[in-house]
């Protein structure tokens, strides 16, 4: 037994891609190794990375595969052995099956009588193993995007490698990958530690290895230590004790510890902007640092931000050097920002009114026109959506989301836009605010692209949940008429998510919106052919939205959609209700009964048995089949009364109190009666009563264990 | 104290290129000079665009002014040029060592990475009118990107074998950071030997921002502009059609057919799209479709100056 390492030293590798590459480099290593029989039971692994390197450490690994025994078949009985004397045949199987002819015995298969020998087969070394196997595992790791480096082009990697490590215990294994076969050699950080070689005595000397040589393996005490110096330089820059944070930010901390192959308390600076900078909208400083420089805003103890920045080095050094340091990344910075205000002040030239009509030189898609035209649009679905939401009693200032819509793209015209797309819509926002317009236009033009993702927030207001909804809508309308539906994996025009934002959003808002998803797509289109179509992709949004942003069970989210799909709050307070209740065990027994009478029903379609047009109560003749009707009848009316209040919870519990009388009935009552007439009325009974139950969810849909 | 000591010793911007030309010679790159039709970037020039194409190994570096019109900003802008000036260095097949000998590039112009943060992070080039693309990375210098190092993978539409490493250089910002100035218009150009005076970027260049900006943005002639436009197109296209010829040509007419003409052509329309752009004369409807054109030309050249390497080496 010993423990494995294989590392893999590259050029630098995209941040984005070292987490995933990562796992699955260990994936892959144990997988092998299980697969290969040199590792057994829970085992024991670790994995590493730097920008330039991928490492696995898998312990416990055997010197060599067991020897295993296996029964190969041979030629049929009556071919190999001529009145008891073996023919060529069964003297080549023997020989191929690596035993004496004498060793070869008879089985019965299916066909008939067959040889068969128990060949042994020798287990291979670990070394012998992981030499021959690696180097597949290592050319199907998925990269999103690759390159070739060498003449003929022999493979595709992320980037060059440059060397490998494979070391079972002291022993190198000659893994061949790249041009390379893998020795006892690493390297440290390129500048504080230079060029010469690392070498690695065994798998546990890889860690402090590294750490000697300035190359931090482990990502996760890479990501700690830089939390940590971002901390301390915050701390000690703050001289005034005024209570200066850095602002948080895990997505940056993440891609910076995939930057850096090393960190100290030295390798992080703090530097400062000059206040007058701060004049200029957060929104725009913070793209700018965190997006552009990859630095940290800081905010004072009320969480407004303060004129400083922290840099992340891939580096460290002693106070005068981080002084050259921080100079260097401040005088970048100033020229950013002084950037961003000459775009910002040259912006304000041209208002956003004005910038209405450049929009129709501003393509949207092709074949649907400009913005401009898609404003337009927009106006028309929005003013409806509107119309829908006021008179239903919902609060809404007509006047300003009209105003909102028209200038909605208008920030797709300035410089600052085109330089910082990311900002879109919310420089709008802050434009029109800075132009004069009314908080809710504003407002509503700074949300307009909520929610970019399932995480994201919602829009605050009315005015912008409206606008947002009025876009998305288009948005697919349109695409929808050209036939640019989303299929499979491919969704170019982001209209799933701009589907999914739909949901979200009328889920979400603060003060709930009174429409439906089908009212959503009528108003973004008169074809009535995308209407339908829209309305069963809103469908396939919600189950979406309902199991992978909610977490809701499969089978409930089907029973609930089956009872409604189209009002969006309603639907999950239907899905909360019956996720509540569907544990109690009258509730599963109810559950399925009415299985078993959707079932029953449609079996009888099939043979074509005819269920009456209604119930007659005197040809009830059974008293279990005259009590369900009773029973259900008194409940269907109260049921009613609580589902209309959307007290689901309550409704849900009222009809689990049928189970007596749906058992009862299932026991005494057979419904394909011989008798036509008692047959259809009885057929006409399952229906009333699945009819009046099934108004909350489907229940025939719920799973019931065992 | 320590950062104005720098100051002091820091290159000019001439012996900036000086060194870094040096470094490269050393190395056995063949030093070329600008190439002298308008680029938009120091790719775009033959040296680099052609050259990466077929077997044969290159190593060559040059300086390239690159221009690009919309960048303008009359001179105003203290970051941002009408026209900059790139290094190019060209390493087909790429060394094995070439991010370490890039880095002992840096020293040689007085950069001791010791004493600063170097961070090489994605950035994939692509040029979609030349059917051209590679990856690598932006090289960043305490947070300033100073060189973009790409690993050429596609030319004209063709694959690369071998592929070719590309170095470019922004000399601008790198003499800005050397220098600590914050306008290129204050960099040090060069010092006059005698008097020690001082020449700035600014003296030998605000004029051309200025009055180009002018040109590009105010007075530059739009029909004009198309017609030249559609003459190089035309030329270019011609050309192309000769081509289709190759195999019943001579071996001597075969190896003066002027592909490298009709690249030129193709760069000139490439230089008046830009000016066009930069006029605001193209709508974003029309952009897709004139690019498509242009995207003809640069391609279509690629391809015969490939098939005129093939059949010329027989």
């Known amino acids: 037994m010993a423990d494995f390492l294989f590392e893999i030293g590259l050029e630098e590798i995209p941040a984005r891609m070292i987490a995933g590459a990562q796992a699955e480099l260990e994936k892959r290593v144990v997988g092998l190794l299980e697969r290969e029989r040199l590792v057994s039971g829970g085992v024991v692994s670790r994995s590493y990375s730097t920008p330039r390197r991928l490492a696995v450490v898998v312990e416990g690994v055997t010197a060599r595969q067991e020897d295993v025994a296996e029964e190969m078949l041979g030629p049929s009985a009556k071919i190999a052995f001529k009145d008891g004397v073996a023919t060529p045949a069964a003297v080549a199987f023997a020989k191929k099956a690596g035993v004496a002819v004498e060793e070869l015995k008879t089985v019965t298969t299916a066909k008939g009588e067959y040889l068969a020998a128990v060949a042994v087969k020798a287990g291979r070394s670990a070394a012998e193993v992981i030499a021959a196997e690696l180097p597949k595992e290592l050319a199907g790791i998925y990269w999103a995007k690759n390159m070739y480096w060498r003449a003929g082009r022999p493979e595709r990697f992320v980037r060059p490698v440059r060397w490998l490590v494979a070391l079972l215990g002291s022993e190198t294994v000659p893994v061949e990958f790249a041009g390379y076969v893998a020795g006892d050699v690493t390297y440290g950080h390129r500048v504080l530690f230079g060029e010469q070689p690392v070498v690695v005595e065994g798998p546990g000397a890889y860690v402090g290895a590294l750490e000697k040589a300035f190359v931090i393996a482990d990502v996760e005490v890479r990501r700690q230590k830089i939390r940590k110096a971002l ?8 001289a005034g004790g005024s209570g200066l944070r850095w602002r948080e930010d ?22 400062g902007f000059e206040a007058e900078y701060l004049e200029l909208p957060e929104e725009v400083l913070v793209t700018v640092m965190r997006d552009h420089q990859s630095y940290f805003a800081v905010e004072d103890k009320d969480g407004k931000l303060a004129p400083y920045f922290l840099a992340v080095l891939n580096m ?8 050259v340091i921080r100079h260097g990344n401040a005088r970048v910075l100033r020229a950013r920002f002084n950037d961003a205000r000459f775009f910002w002040e040259f912006d304000q030239r041209t208002p956003l009114k004005a910038r209405v009509e450049l929009l129709k030189n501003v393509t949207f898609q092709k074949d649907l026109g400009s913005y401009a035209a898609k404003a337009e649009r927009v106006r028309k679905v929005a003013a409806g959506l509107a119309g829908l939401v006021s008179s239903r009693g919902c609060g809404l200032d007509a006047a300003a989301l009209d105003e909102a819509v028209v200038l909605a793209k208008t920030d797709l015209t300035s410089e600052l836009v085109k330089e910082f797309t990311e900002l879109q819509g919310i420089v709008g926002g802050l434009y029109a605010r800075a132009q004069g317009f009314s908080a809710a236009t504003a407002d509503a033009i700074y949300d307009q692209y909520l929610p970019e993702s399932m995480e994201d927030a919602v829009p605050r ?246 | 104290m320590q950062v104005i000591a720098e100051k002091k010793k820091a290159l000019t911007f001439q012996e900036l290129l000086f060194r870094l030309q040096r470094f490269w010679a050393d190395r056995g790159c063949v030093l070329q000079q600008p190439y002298d039709v308008e680029v938009g970037a120091g790719t775009m020039s033959p040296d680099t665009f052609l050259r990466v194409l077929g077997p044969k190994p290159v190593r060559i570096a040059y300086a390239q002014p690159s221009r690009r019109p919309a960048d303008g900003r009359y001179g105003e802008n203290p970051n941002r040029l009408f026209r900059h000036t790139q290094l190019q260095v060209i390493l087909k097949p790429p060394p094995v060592r070439i991010q370490e000998m890039y880095l002992e590039s840096l020293e040689a112009i007085g950069i001791d990475l010791k004493e600063h943060d170097i961070k090489f992070e994605e950035d994939n080039w692509e040029w979609p009118v030349g059917g051209a693309w590679g990856v ?47 306008s290129i218009y204050d960099i040090v150009w060069a010092i006059e030997p005698d008097t020690g ?14 009055q180009y900006s002018a040109y590009g943005f105010d007075y530059a002639d739009v029909g004009k502009l198309w017609e030249h436009l559609n003459l190089y197109e035309a030329e270019c296209l011609g050309l192309l059609e000769k081509a289709k010829g190759f195999e019943e040509m001579d071996a001597l007419t075969l190896k003066r057919f002027p592909v490298l003409g009709a690249y030129e052509l193709a760069l000139k329309c490439s230089h008046m799209f830009n000016l066009l752009d930069a006029r605001g004369a193209i709508s974003v409807t029309e952009r897709v479709g004139v690019m498509a054109r242009i995207r003809t030309l640069v391609v279509g050249v690629a391809k015969v100056y490939a098939a005129q390497g093939v059949a010329v080496a027989g």
């Not at chain 1, 460290?316 to 002084?323: K, P, R």
């Open chain 2, 197 to 210: 005076k001082q020449v700035t970027y600014g003296e030998i260049r605000l004029a051309e921002e200025e």
């Open chain 1, 231 to 238: 901390d301390r330089v915050t701390r000690a820059g703050d």
């Open chain 1, 250 to 271: 895990h997505g940056l901390v993440d891609k910076l510890t995939h930057l850096t192959e090393w960190a100290s308390d030295r390798s992080v600076v703090m530097g």
């Open chain 1, 461 to 706: 207001t009315v005015e912008g949940a409206v606008l947002a909804i009025a876009d998305k809508a288009d948005t697919i309308a349109g695409m929808f008429g050209l036939g640019l539906e989303p299929t499979g994996s491919k969704d170019p025009f982001a209209l799933r998510r701009a589907a999914n934002g739909i949901v979200k959003i009328l889920a979400e808002t603060a003060v709930a919106l009174p429409l439906t998803l089908a009212e959503v797509a009528a108003a973004a289109t008169d074809d009535e052919a995308v209407v339908a179509k829209m309305r069963a992709f809103f469908a396939e949004r919600l189950e979406f939205y309902l199991r992978e942003a909610q977490g809701q069970a499969y089978d409930v989210v089907k029973a609930v959609l089956a009872a409604g799909a189209e009002d969006v709050r309603d639907v999950l307070a239907r899905t909360f209700a019956v996720t509540v209740v569907r544990g109690g065990g009258d509730f599963v027994a109810v559950s399925a009964a009415f299985k078993r009478m959707k079932n029953i029903l449609t079996q009888a379609k099939e043979k074509e048995f005819a269920a009456a047009e209604f119930v007659s109560a005197d040809l009830l003749t059974d008293d279990a089949e005259k009590a369900l009707w009773e029973r259900s009848a008194e409940l269907a009316s109260e049921v009613a009364v609580l589902r209309s209040e959307a007290n689901y919870h309550a409704a849900l519990e009222l009809i689990a109190t049928l189970r007596p009388q749906v058992d009862t009935f299932f026991d005494a009552v057979m419904v394909m009666a011989p008798e036509a007439e008692v047959r259809a009325n009885r057929l006409a009974l399952l229906r009333e009563v699945l009819g009046d139950f099934s108004g909350i969810a489907d229940f025939s849909e719920i799973v019931v264990a065992g």
């Open chain 1, 316 to 323: 460290q050094a002693d106070e005068a050097g981080l002084a």
């Open chain 2, 136 to 182: 690598g990375w932006q090289v960043m210098l305490d947070g300033l990107e100073i060189t973009q190092f790409t690993y050429f993978q596609q030319c004209g539409g063709m694959d690369l074998d071998p592929i070719c490493g590309e170095i470019t250089y922004g000399l601008e910002r790198i003499a800005g950071f050397l220098q600590d100035v914050d």
